[in-house]
């Protein structure tokens, strides 16, 4: 299991280059768009970037991640935020625990793709959004090996129960946002 765990330099997750590429603060307004949101999970939270930005904006929020580092990480710089251990494909919530699920550059990553997105459409009262590398080469991100195409992500939510309510193209990501 996590084969696909990321093992990089932990501090290169929030310079300065890759804040801006992710588009946090659009990304997370994108997100919540026409929506009424109290609750938020992010789904392999890493060091906390997107678990911040939905707090601030004012959302109770739990960052679940498999990556003990990240969650000490995560932890350290991001407080009045609980952070658990968790993976993707086993969400430790209840059914409909939280209004939206956020995946943020993880999807790619999961060692079972259906059964991550049937668990975040499981634990999802309203909606499911998941920021994902374009099928397409770029200088930043993982091959093309590791992309999924947007067909791909689209028949996962499908297969999962959500509806596809925006397919949203930024400027290095995209981000899909789905309904239950």
């Given amino acids: 299991m996590h084969e696909h765990r990321f093992h990089g330099d932990i501090g290169r997750l929030r310079s300065p280059e890759r ?16 929506g009424d949101f109290r609750r938020v999970l992010d789904v ?7 678990a911040e930005t939905f707090s601030k904006a004012g959302l109770d929020v739990v960052g679940v991640d498999a990556n003990p580092k990240m ?9 009045g935020v609980r952070f658990d251990d968790g993976i993707a494909e086993s969400l430790p919530y209840p059914d409909g ?6 995946m943020g550059l993880l999807f790619h990553e999961t060692d079972n793709r259906l059964q991550a997105m049937r668990e ?18 770029q200088e930043i991100g993982p091959g093309l090996d590791e992309r999924l195409t947007e067909k791909q992500v689209t028949d996962l939510a499908a297969q999962a129960g959500l509806k596809v309510w925006r397919v949203l193209p930024l400027h290095s990501l995209v981000l899909y946002v789905l309904e239950r």
């Fill in 19 to 34: 804040l801006a590429w992710l588009e946090v603060d659009h990304v997370v307004e994108l997100s919540l768009q026409d």
């Fill in 44 to 50: 392999g939270t890493g060091s906390g970037i997107f």
């Fill in 71 to 79: 969650l000490e990480t995560a932890r350290n710089l991001v407080p």
């Fill in 97 to 102: 625990a939280f209004d939206l699920v956020f």
């Fill in 120 to 137: 975040a459409a499981r634990v999802a009262h309203q909606r499911v959004t998941v920021l994902e590398w374009p099928y397409k080469e």
